[in-house]
């Protein structure tokens, strides 16, 4: 719903302006946070055989692939981590479970369209089975991490969900 809508009516309060921009820092702190935890997990899982700045190389690019959904992840969660402790805490673990689940599969998805676009490359299943396979065993192995990050989003988002009230 937008003002070319024949119901939409401006908003006197400025609280849907305010939810707007704060739901954008969420999603912004949750794409930096997170998409640096990606690389990390890259590098752990090794996908590729190491070749000389190839895994940093790839992490990256993984990371970008990972970045819609995690951005989009903390823009759904952001109104839950500014409400009550309990919903906030939900949040948190919400996006903690959410977070690797939705880094791999925008990764798959981006791996699959690219191997696909790329005469010559391969397979785009077998890429995407790739992804999926050390996705899971990385996000395994850097689980401490996401959880300490999905602490630092809650604590974060309602830090910045305070200033701009």
Known sequence: MG??????????????L???????????ASALM???LVVVATLVSHPLPARAGADLAV????ALFS????????????????????SAASAGL??????????VTSTMIGVFLLVGIVPG?????????MVLRSGVKAATAI??????????????????GRSVD
């Not at 919400?94 to 880094?103: C, L, N, Q, R, Y």
């Not at 490359?121 to 089975?129: C, P, T």
């Not at 689980?143 to 910045?160: C, E, K, N, Q, Y």
């Open 121 to 129: 490359v391969g397979d785009g299943m077998s890429a995407a089975g």
């Open 143 to 160: 689980s401490p991490l996401i959880a300490l990050a999905s602490l630092a989003w809650v604590v974060l988002v309602r830090r910045l």
């Open 94 to 103: 919400a996006m903690g479970v959410g977070v690797p689940v939705a880094a």
């Open 34 to 36: 997170f998409g640096a």
């Open 3 to 16: 003002p070319w809508d024949p119901n939409w009516r401006p908003d006197p309060t400025g609280r849907r």
């Open 59 to 62: 992490g990256v690019v993984l």
């Open 67 to 86: 970045l819609p959904a995690l951005a989009l992840l903390g823009a759904g969660l952001t109104a839950a981590a500014l409400g009550s402790r309990p």
């Open 18 to 28: 305010i939810a707007i921009r704060v739901a954008r820092r969420g999603a912004l």
